[in-house]
Each structure stands twice: as C-alpha cells, then as structure tokens.
C-alpha cells in the first residue's frame, strides 16, 4: 500500500514538472516588446531589456542600467528629446504690433534620468534647454535657456482592488484633449507645475486629486523657474470607462492669481470650475465633448463664463487611404460689460495647438466652425485639410490671440465675425522614434479685425521631433 502511494507521489511530481517544464517554454516563446517612446517619458517602461532577447539598438546600455542582480524592475534609464520647428509667420498678431513678419526656429532639448526601485518607488529628473533664434519678439514660451522641467518621486501601491499612486514634486499632466488644462507643447516651453497628485484606480474608476502652482519661466539664468502662491490650480476628478472607447469624467478644480488684468476687469481672480467630458467611438463615428463652466470673482465683480468644445467624425474604413469626414465646433464666451458681472472665459492652461499651431485666435469670446477631411495615404502618413470659420461670443469683448491676450481696439466695436481660415497639416511617423510635420494656414480676417489695423495672416511650420 505504502508502495503505491510512493509511486502515485511519484508520478504526480513528475507531472508538476512536467507542467512546469512546459509553463517555462511557453515563457521561453513570449519575448517582451520594447515600449514606444511616451508624450510622457516617465510612463516608459524598459524593463523588457532585461530579457537578453529583445533585439538590440545603439546605446541600449543607458536605456537599461540593471540595479539589482535578482529584481529587474530596479533600474536606472537615461533618455533624451529633440524637436525642431521652422515657422514663417506673417502678419502675427494679425499684424496689430510691431514686427508684423517674422522667420525663425524654435528648439527644444530635454533629457531625462528616471530611477525604478521594484516597480514601487519612481524618481524622474528632466531638464530642458529651449532658444528661440531670430525670433525678434519672445514671449515667455519660447525660450528657457536652461532649467528643471520635471522632478519627482512616485510611489505605486496595491490598495484593496485598486492601485494608488502618489506623485510629489515638479511634474506635467494634462487632462483629456488638453483643451484647457496641458502639457502646452505646441509652443516651445512645455508647462509643469509644482505639485502633490495622488489618483486610486480600481477597475472601471479612477479617483484623482491635485494641489499645485503652476510654474512660471523666467529665463533671467539658468535654473530660475519658480512658482508661488500667486497662481494655484487644484482639484478633483472622477473617471469611469463604460467600455472600451467610451469614457466619461467630471472634476471640479479652482484656480487663483493675484492681480491680473482683463480689458473689462482687473484684480485678484479666483475661478471655481466645473469640467464635463465624454468621448468615444461607436463603429464608424468617433467623437469628443466638452463642457466647462466657470464661477468665482475677480477684483468686485463675480465672474459666469463657460466653454463648449466638441469633435465628431465619421471614417470611411473601407475606402482607400480611410477618409475621415470630422467637424469640430467650439464656443467660449466673452464679457457683455454686465455691472457686477465678468463673463471672460479664463482658458487656463491650452495646449497652443488645438484651434491651428498658428495661435491666431485663443480660446476666448470666440465661436469656432470647423469641418475637417483627414486621408491615409500610408500606414505611417496622414494628412488633414480643414477650413473655418469665426465669430466673436459679444462684441462687447475684444478679439483674443492665443492664450488670453486681447487685441487693442477690438473689444465693443462692431462686427462679430473674426475671420475664415485653411489649413493643410501633414503628419509623418518616420520610424518609431522620429516624426515629422508641416502646417500651412491661411487667416483672412474679418471687419472688426480690419477696422482695429489687424491683416490677413499666413503661418507655415516645418517640424521635425526625435526621442531616444
């Protein structure tokens, strides 16, 4: 009896090995994939380079620098970013300042550190160097000679079902088309912010809250980026994804600044804010809505102003080069010099590139019609064409050029409608690590516009980005 129990444990160790043996193949044939290079770089992952059978590129010793002999999740990645634009920009401003036309390039240079300690303790380090050469009128996106773009420590925890993760330090996030809230990489210096951001997944939902102030470039030397509590944005968001392509989420954020001036109101703003976002894809039919409402009060007058944003498109996937027939509709509204009242959308922190790279017109008192037709003519390669139109929200407020900035003799004259323009924008992905652009717009401007000394406008860019 004894000997059959002997040759059942037996052969059931056999079997477990035998599972085993074949668990171990099955690994053996899995070979991990490198990950792509992120918007944000930090959300890399290179661990997969631990597996000597990833395939090898140049200077994959410093993309994966082991720690630890028995963890391969602890680790030390270097990394670095280059973009380069050319931008002719005639009649910027729509020509209503000095130095109507202008040529030159804006570059940007980033490089990164980023330390893992067993998938839990993450330390990111970014640095930047942006130069704007011949451009005669800088603003202060378009040059950061040398500074700290990115410094923080994150811990990931299992908690219950869900995951937390907290994030403590200089960082970047935005929020779901960066409409308003943003990374702000169409211009040349990005936006961090100063912050503590904690967010809970757990399924479906994803719970987020933030505190920060926002940082502002000062580019007297190196390393003098600061920020204070003059400005402060904080909040908290709810996210719940129904299916797959569909989501919807909700935050209510207030934003502060001290002593700012509107052409209608001026003093210290204080904006409690209510976002609403749905987006997804149904077959054919993609779209993305938006809603944002704004309270609060700047010097002694109470502020009610609010934004729309909205994209749909229907593509034609079974038609060569895939058209996509999209439409995008925007509205955002002005001050109608209501006593007691300011109704001045405060667009917050735009990405620069959602209306045109142009920047013509900000997201502010304007109403946007934009019919669009996207084609793939390759895999790697898509090319859209687009024309538009725009009107003022009130006349009683001035026309704005990205991001709030108003132009002289515009507010409370008459001629609601802003302009028409076109736009050609191709876009290339050369491999997975290089990407190219050009963008071509053309501004025709309305009687307001024209009546206040502004022209018709023409902006060309030539792009190219590459990431290691």
């Given at each position: 009896?004894?000997?059959?129990?002997?040759r059942r444990?037996?052969a059931?160790?056999?079997?477990?090995?035998?599972?085993?043996?074949?668990?171990?193949r099955?690994d053996?044939g899995?070979v991990?994939?490198?990950p792509p290079?992120m918007f944000?770089?930090?959300?890399?992952?290179?661990?997969?380079?631990?597996?000597?059978r990833?395939?090898?590129?140049?200077f994959?010793?410093?993309?994966?620098?082991?720690?630890?002999?028995?963890?391969?999740k602890?680790y030390?990645?270097?990394?670095a970013?280059v973009?380069?634009?050319f931008e002719a920009?005639?009649?910027?401003?729509?020509g209503?300042?000095?130095?109507?036309?202008?040529?030159?390039?804006i570059?940007?240079?980033?490089?990164?550190?980023?330390?893992?300690?067993?998938?839990?303790?993450q330390v990111?380090?970014?640095?930047?160097?942006?130069?704007?050469?011949?451009k005669?009128?800088?603003?202060?996106?378009?040059?950061?000679?040398?500074?700290?773009?990115?410094?923080?420590?994150a811990?990931?925890?299992?908690?219950?079902?869900?995951?937390?993760?907290?994030?403590l330090?200089r960082?970047?996030?935005?929020?779901?088309?960066?409409?308003?809230?943003?990374v702000r990489?169409?211009?040349?210096?990005?936006?961090?912010?100063?912050a503590?951001?904690?967010?809970y997944?757990?399924?479906?939902?994803?719970f987020?809250t933030?505190?920060?102030?926002?940082?502002?470039?000062?580019?007297?030397r190196?390393?003098?980026?600061d920020?204070?509590?003059?400005?402060?944005?904080?909040?908290?968001?709810?996210e719940?994804?129904l299916?797959?392509?569909?989501?919807?989420t909700?935050?209510?954020?207030?934003?502060?600044?001290?002593?700012?001036r509107?052409?209608?109101?001026?003093?210290?703003?204080?904006?409690?804010?209510?976002?609403?976002?749905?987006?997804?894809t149904n077959?054919?039919i993609?779209?993305?809505?938006?809603?944002?409402g704004q309270?609060?009060?700047?010097?002694?007058d109470?502020?009610?102003?609010?934004?729309l944003?909205?994209?749909?498109?229907?593509?034609?996937?079974?038609?060569?080069?895939?058209p996509?027939l999209?439409?995008?509709?925007d509205?955002a509204?002005?001050d109608?010099?209501?006593?007691?009242?300011?109704?001045t959308?405060?667009?917050?922190?735009?990405?620069g590139?959602?209306?045109?790279?142009?920047?013509?017109?900000?997201?502010?008192?304007?109403?946007h019609?934009?019919?669009s037709?996207?084609?793939?003519?390759d895999?790697?390669?898509?090319?859209?064409?687009?024309?538009?139109?725009?009107w003022?929200?009130?006349?009683?407020d001035?026309?704005y050029t990205?991001?709030d900035?108003?132009?002289?003799?515009?507010?409370?004259?008459?001629?609601?409608y802003?302009?028409?323009y076109?736009?050609?924008?191709?876009?290339?992905?050369?491999?997975?690590?290089?990407?190219?652009?050009?963008e071509?717009?053309?501004?025709?401007?309305?009687?307001?516009l024209?009546?206040?000394?502004?022209?018709?406008?023409?902006?060309l860019?030539?792009e190219?980005?590459?990431?290691?």
């Open positions: 009896m004894r000997s059959l129990r002997n444990a037996v059931a160790a056999a079997i477990a090995l035998d599972l085993v043996a074949l668990a171990a099955a053996d899995a991990p994939q490198r290079n944000n770089r930090w959300q890399e992952d290179w661990s997969a380079l631990a597996d000597p990833v395939p090898r590129q140049p994959d010793e410093l993309k994966y620098i082991p720690l630890s002999a028995i963890d391969p602890t030390l990645s270097l990394g970013d973009r380069e634009r920009n005639a009649a910027q401003g729509f209503s300042g000095p130095n109507r036309n202008q040529d030159y390039v570059s940007r240079a980033e490089w990164h550190a980023d330390l893992r300690l067993a998938s839990q303790v990111f380090t970014q640095f930047q160097s942006d130069f704007a050469p011949w005669t009128m800088l603003s202060p996106v378009d040059q950061d000679r040398l500074d700290l773009e990115q410094a923080f420590v811990l990931t925890e299992p908690v219950d079902d869900g995951t937390l993760k907290l994030r330090g960082q970047q996030f935005a929020f779901d088309l960066q409409r308003f809230v943003s990489d169409g211009p040349n210096v990005r936006q961090s912010y100063d503590a951001w904690a967010d997944e757990n399924g479906p939902w994803r987020i933030f505190y920060s102030h926002p940082v502002q470039v000062q580019d007297d190196a390393f003098d980026d920020s204070s509590n003059r400005q402060t944005f904080g909040g908290v968001r709810l719940r994804k299916s797959a392509s569909t989501s919807l909700a935050y209510y954020a207030q934003f502060t600044q001290a002593s700012v509107f052409p209608n109101a001026s003093g210290d703003e204080r904006r409690d804010i209510l976002d609403l976002h749905a987006t997804g077959g054919r993609d779209w993305d809505l938006e809603a944002m309270g609060g009060r700047i010097g002694a109470s502020i009610r102003a609010w934004a944003g909205s994209l749909a498109g229907y593509t034609f996937a079974d038609v060569g080069w895939s996509r999209g439409l995008q509709v509205a509204s002005g109608r010099n209501s006593p007691g009242h300011f109704g959308f405060n667009p917050l922190f735009p990405n590139y959602y209306v045109t790279l142009a920047g013509y017109t900000g997201y502010v008192n304007f109403i019609v934009k019919p037709l996207t084609l793939h003519p895999p790697a390669l898509k090319v859209t064409v687009a024309v538009a139109s725009q003022r929200e009130t006349t009683a001035a026309v990205q991001p900035i108003p132009i002289a003799n515009t507010a409370g004259r008459s001629g609601s802003t302009g028409s076109g736009q050609l924008r191709l876009d290339w992905s050369v491999d997975r690590a290089t990407a190219f652009a050009v071509a717009v053309h501004f025709v401007v309305g009687d307001a024209r009546a206040a000394g502004g022209h018709d406008s023409n902006y860019g030539v190219v980005k590459h990431g290691w």
